[in-house]
């Protein structure tokens, strides 16, 4: 377990299922569409190459990144904070450590994918993240209305 500026850092595992889903609920607004069930993130976690990162404030679950790895390109997947816990370096945190650790794997690019609109899209171009597509009408919200998605790619050094 690595901390940074107060934020513990750890790798997840199906036993953190339960806190994962608790921050996904409440860092996913359902008016997008945009968060994943319990199975499918388990499902996920029993593929090769996917790991989880948690991220914790003062003992209490913060976020957390699930990543992928393909040969030498990497993935994330899904990055969340829980709200109350925004704008404090957890995001930035998480980021940061799936890249590193996506290097370590052998991972020479990281890509994402993201909502046009949604307010993460600052923090991934901070990271050095550029624009490398565009999904028109990807998501879909319990509205019937469609969001664009953005895709986002990052060489590893």
Do not use: C
Not at 26 to 54: C, I, K, S, Y
Not at 56 to 62: F, K, L, P, Q
């Amino acid at each position: 377990m690595s901390t940074m500026i107060g934020i513990a850092l750890r790798t997840g595992a199906v036993a953190d299922l339960a806190s994962v889903d608790r921050v996904m609920q409440a860092a996913f607004d359902p008016r997008f569409g945009e968060a994943w069930t319990h199975n499918q993130v388990l499902g996920l976690l029993a593929m090769p190459g996917v790991w989880l990162t948690l991220a914790e404030v003062s003992g209490e679950s913060a976020g957390f990144a699930l990543s992928r790895r393909v040969l030498d390109e990497a993935e994330l997947l899904l990055l969340a904070t829980t709200p109350h816990l925004r704008r404090r370096g957890v995001a930035g945190a998480l980021l940061r450590t799936v890249i590193g650790d996506a290097g370590l794997q052998g991972a020479t690019s990281i890509h994402l994918e993201v909502r046009s609109d949604n307010d993460a899209i600052k923090l991934y171009s901070s990271e050095g993240f550029i624009m490398a597509g565009r999904r028109r009408d990807y998501y879909r919200g319990h509205n019937g209305q469609t969001y664009d998605a953005l895709t986002y790619r990052r060489l590893i050094p």
